[in-house]
């Protein structure tokens, strides 16, 4: 069965840095777009970033740009978020998920979700 | 704020309906398809509805979606008490070049 499993949360001063690893298992992971998706405390669901299989496209929101970058290894089946300068504000439970595409632009949804890992940003 | 608007809000008691609305724009629900999510409190997010309203599989047939133009709307029939949850819209956006989530609906089963 498909499984994603997040980790490398933690806290982290402002201005510091976390890894967050996905790692993806029950399917062919070189297969298939992979995102971030973040949820602040008590708030709802923000898109972070996308990357396309083979990597060919990545899209990140405004926010993050400059500051996060998304990549995969597909030799080891894992997703990875790298996050520089972190602020208070990218405080959130950081999700990743699959995305089944429909072939045409802007037709796509994120079928399965892992557990979360939570990034505390404070001082 | 929420690119895609939703009410924070909605109710009914068991048996009942209840409909859940997702309003937006031409850059987004207008030109693509829209996905909805269930999220119980602590749990991560699952797919509910996507590509407007297609049902995967093991998704109750209670639940049903729809579109029209630039909003969108989540049905949900013959309410159960696990069908207590936040619910979020979603759908691609041309003009900022990102995914846009609803700002997320609480449906409390009275």
């Known amino acids: 069965q498909v499984q994603l499993v997040e980790s490398g949360g933690g806290v982290v001063q402002p201005g510091g840095s976390l890894r967050l690893s996905c790692a993806a298992s029950g399917f062919t992971f070189t297969n298939y777009g992979m995102h971030w998706v973040r949820q602040a405390p008590g708030k709802g669901l923000e898109w972070v970033a996308f990357?396309?299989?083979?990597?060919?496209?990545?899209y990140y929101i405004d926010s993050v740009k400059g500051r996060f970058t998304i990549s995969r290894d597909d030799s080891k089946n894992t997703l990875y978020l790298q996050m520089n300068s972190l602020r208070a504000e990218d405080t959130a439970v950081y999700y990743c998920?699959?995305?089944?595409?429909?072939?045409?632009?802007?037709?796509?949804?994120?079928?399965?979700w892992g557990q979360g890992t939570l990034v505390t940003v404070s001082s | 704020q929420s690119v895609l608007t939703q009410p924070p809000s909605a109710s009914g008691t068991p048996g009942q309906g209840v409909t859940i609305s997702c309003s937006g724009s031409s850059s987004n629900i207008g030109s693509n398809s829209v996905n909805w999510y269930q999220q119980v409190p602590g749990t991560a997010p699952k797919l509910l509805i996507y590509n407007n309203n297609q049902r995967p599989s093991g998704v109750p047939d209670r639940f049903s979606g729809s579109k029209s133009g630039t909003s969108a709307s989540l049905a949900i029939s013959g309410l159960q008490s696990e069908d207590e949850a936040d619910y979020y819209c979603a759908a691609w956006d041309d003009s900022f070049i990102s995914w846009v989530f609803g700002g997320g609906t609480k449906l409390t089963v009275l």
């Open positions: 990357i396309r299989y083979g990597g060919s496209d990545i």
């Open positions: 998920a699959r995305e089944q595409w429909l072939g045409r632009k802007g037709e796509g949804y994120f079928d399965y």
